[in-house]
């Protein structure tokens, strides 16, 4: 029986086949540019924190674009969205190679892949929400691509950097979005039939309950957006132990940057199956309690990072990741359940407008704590901002009868 829940149909799996690697694409797209932050700012001649200033309209158009396309998706489908996702993201990150010696170009560049990248979640999300019988375990396994970009995006980054340097990495980007178009376009038919599969009842849609959700899903967005744009940084300063261990066997000179890099995929893969483990609970438990208890558990963790460096801190932030990237399924569905199947794209756009809109954020706060005390202290901060992040779980929890997946 259990095993026979899980289970996907065809039309599932059909959906899911275009969706997954539009979310690989889209989580791709913005871990490129951390992962070579450092080289970057030595190319452009320019502070860390100046650098990273160049990102800030990329994360903050990825948000605050996604309610346009939401509003879209529920209109038009998601089809047409996916394949302007691909060449607009695509064009913007051959126009960031052309241009990497420009911070000016470069900062529009970046923003024109954080505009199209904006496209997926909304529309991504939406079509799995209303058309994937397995709404939790649709979401974990899409989750599941999207950590996938999350891992290979810092390695492939930091590999192509080393080798050819960084305006081979955006043109590299750029294949990947146009071999995704090439995909679409091939799965056409078979998308055709599934698209406008009969949506499911949501017999528990609740407003307050999902606003509730929303300034959870804002705060959880900061400290995700944090973690993900300082972890290759910190494992390249506070990893030299690691670094000197590595070249100690190694007959090739390392780059700090790769192997930091690497650590962060590594992470990311760790965090897949953070991933499935969250789909499977949100398939058998409380939603609300679930959410919860995937959030507490990454706050000790933030707390000491700080305080620790090579192995003991990549311990803790495998820990940190697991459940941080694990409890994304839980949200995704708790989203779908809180809100009118004929808003599913309108009300992820809502919420991505605040998880990675609002959480372009992180990026300052990352930027003022870096400056201020120093990047070993951004995640203590995060720890914080994760501790008022279940005080308003715990006030959804109260407010929100129990929902199922």
């Known amino acids: 029986m259990g095993q026979q829940k899980n289970i996907l149909t065809g039309t599932d799996r ?41 990102a800030f309209f990329m994360y903050l158009l990825m948000g605050l674009s996604a309610p346009f396309w939401g509003y879209i998706a529920d209109k038009i489908g998601a089809i047409p969205l996916l394949a302007l996702f691909y060449v607009g993201a695509g064009c913007s990150g051959l126009m960031a190679a052309f241009f990497i010696d420009s911070p000016v170009a470069l900062k529009l560049a970046l923003a024109g892949i954080g505009l199209f990248s904006g496209i997926y979640h909304p529309a991504g999300l939406g079509w799995i929400a209303c058309c994937v019988t397995k709404t939790s375990t649709g979401m974990a396994y899409n989750g599941m691509f999207g950590n996938l970009g ?57 407003w307050s309950g999902f606003a509730i959700l929303l300034v959870a899903m804002m705060l959880g967005g900061i400290v995700y957006r944090g973690a993900t744009v300082t972890l290759p940084a910190l494992f390249q300063v506070r990893g030299v132990g690691i670094f000197d261990w590595l ?60 305080l620790l460096s090579d192995i003991p801190l990549v311990v803790l932030a495998i820990y940190h990741s697991f459940f941080l990237l694990g409890m994304q399924p839980i949200e995704n569905t708790l989203v779908a359940r809180l809100t009118p199947p004929e808003m599913h794209s309108s009300a992820y756009g809502m919420k991505f407008v605040l998880t990675f809109g609002v959480g372009a954020v992180a990026v300052q706060i990352v930027r003022h704590v870096e400056q201020a005390l120093g990047i070993q202290y951004v995640f203590p901060v995060l720890g914080l901002i994760s501790i008022l992040l279940v005080s308003v779980i715990g006030v959804l929890i109260y407010k929100v009868p129990a929902q199922r997946s």
Not at 150 to 169: D, E, I, R, S, T
Not at 253 to 276: D, E, R
């Open 14 to 54: 059909v959906i899911l086949s275009v969706t997954c690697y539009g979310h690989f694409l889209c989580h791709f797209n913005m871990l490129v540019f951390p992962a070579i932050l450092l080289p970057l700012s030595g190319l452009l001649q320019m502070s860390m924190a100046d650098t990273l200033n160049l």
């Open 247 to 306: 070249s100690g066997f190694s007959h090739f000179p390392l780059s700090a940057n790769v192997v930091a890099t690497g650590i962060t995929s590594f992470l990311y893969l760790v965090g897949m199956l953070g991933q499935y483990f969250g789909g499977r609970v949100g398939e058998r438990f409380d939603l609300r309690w679930s959410y919860f208890c995937f959030h507490l558990l990454t706050i000790p963790a933030a707390l000491v990072m700080g």
């Open 150 to 206: 999350l891992a290979l995006g810092p390695v492939l980054a930091g590999v192509v950097n080393y080798l050819f340097g960084p305006a081979a990495v955006y043109v590299g980007l750029a294949l990947l979005n146009f071999f995704g178009l090439f995909l679409l376009i091939r799965a056409g038919g078979a998308t055709r039939r599934v698209a406008h599969v009969v949506r499911k009842k949501s017999n528990g849609a609740s």
